[in-house]
RNA sequence: GGCCCCGUCGUCUAGCGGCCUAGGACGCUGGCCUCUCAAGCCAGUAACGCCAGUUCGAAUCUGGUCGGGGCUACCA
């Protein structure tokens, strides 16, 4: 048998990181049991539904490297994948099953709905509704016809119990004293989540249902509807959810909660792909470290955690540097230059490609996010440079300041050859001459060339910016500290 | 309140009855390297929630307890 998943979100957010990890290991399962993955829009809810959120969801997946077989904008036997398009099935189905016994037309009203639910409260007992306002056929034709049509609910069969094996939680067992007789098709004809889902998953041939943990407890009631239709019982497998640093549900106010959010702040679609795959499986030896060849190889369902993980940004941080500096050089220049331009609002001139083509590779290996690339090199552009206050009071202040900034800029101006190595040998010509230590003497160099303390090496550094530029900012940093 | 899920270092995890004086990774601390910052290397820090039981032996099995989380809509 072949195994066909399905990734299902609802577009009415940006696609949440806990998102991109359910689809992430709906996809890693699919491939690695050669299935087919399935992006379906479970867009019923016309309220909340945007084309943007629609947009974002495909383009967060892309980002991701997540491909789906069939699917929203791809295509398949299935028609448009979007559940919008299906509510006449959904109403078919309902029908079917209000005709074979299994649901029923209700006319509960809302209060009698709250009174039974404040009643079993009260009494201790699970807040479930057990149909016992439901309508007769003529009943439900009239309140139709009157145009007040009644909502569908399934008719739990009571008593009972609905037990399935989880694939990652192993046996769950719900007793039907816990599970009310749901609405299935809404009074304006519209199905709920429940009955779209399930017929959805029933209709496409959906082997496995891999999903959040906070579905688990509508789990009998999506195996009731199956049942019923009889259609072909699916395999669950829920999945822990994502914690915030205090243990509770990853929320807004924990911070970033969408994928794109992240792709915004400078971070490599590799290393989240490989810190979410990391949140809840581990490839089983110590490396955590793992292609995405890898992952296909070797992701296995079973072996998923139970527990809920915190997402711990400080980590993919680290993640993300270690990709950073994976890359070859010259690809990461590459991708870095249109990053630096569009901070920076425009194209760089050839001379200043150049020289950030000579310090990229040392930025590469310090940063740790994409949006931290542009600073470092900041200095390279133009003939301006911002000096960091606190960078300035720091090392500016001093008479070996001062005796640093006159011995590099007499040492720097007898440089022909303006290479790395050159550059190097007169500063530490300088240094000798005026017995500063390499701290002592350098720093006040780097601040007066790159307005900071902390800066790409600082030989590279001046090779890259030019000889001119070199002494007009040593020169002008000395005018700055005569001022002051 | 009811139902369900979960419980190994601060965090992500390995562990499936003896290999555990509990391993790895991030973080943190110290050191080395060093022109700053990183990176890299080395060392250190730190956990089986608790109580019973089963067993020659339990992080691993069972029960209870405590704690955390989710669900409890004509939202998905």
Known sequence: MTVRVRFAPSPTGYL????????????????HQGGTFVLRSDDTDTERNTPEFQADILESLTWLGIDWDEGIESGGPHGSYRQSNRFPRYREVA??????GSAYYDGATPEQLEAMRTEAEKAGA?????????LSAAEAAARTSAGNPPPVRFAVPRPGETRFVDVVRGEIVFSHDNVDDFVMLRGDGSPTYHLASTVDDVDYHITHVIR??????????????????????TEYAHLSLLNGPDGKKLSKRHGDTALRAYRDAGFLPTAVRNFLVILGWSPGDDEEIVSIEEMIERFDLGSVSRNP??????????MNGHYLRAMPPVEFTAMALPIVESDLGRTLTSDERQAFGAVAPLVQERAKRLTEITPQVRFLIGDEVTYEAASWD?????????????????????VDDWSVAAIETALRGMLERTSLSAGKGLQPVRVAITGSTVSPPLFESLAALGKKRTLQRISGARLRRDIR
């Open 16 to 31: 949440h990181v806990g998102g991109g990890r359910t689809a992430l290991y709906n996809w890693l399962f699919a491939r």
């Open 95 to 100: 029908e079917t099953l209000v005709a074979g």
């Open 126 to 134: 699970s807040p479930v509704y057990d149909g016992r306002f439901r």
């Open 212 to 233: 959040g943990e906070d579905i688990l407890p509508s789990t009998p009631k999506h195996i009731l509807i199956t049942e019923a239709m009889g259609g072909e019982r």
């Open 309 to 318: 993980a915190v997402f711990d940004v400080t980590k993919l941080e680290w």
């Open 394 to 414: 720091k090392v500016m202040k001093t008479a070996e300041a001062t005796t640093a900034l006159d011995g590099a800029s007499a040492a720097l101006e007898a």
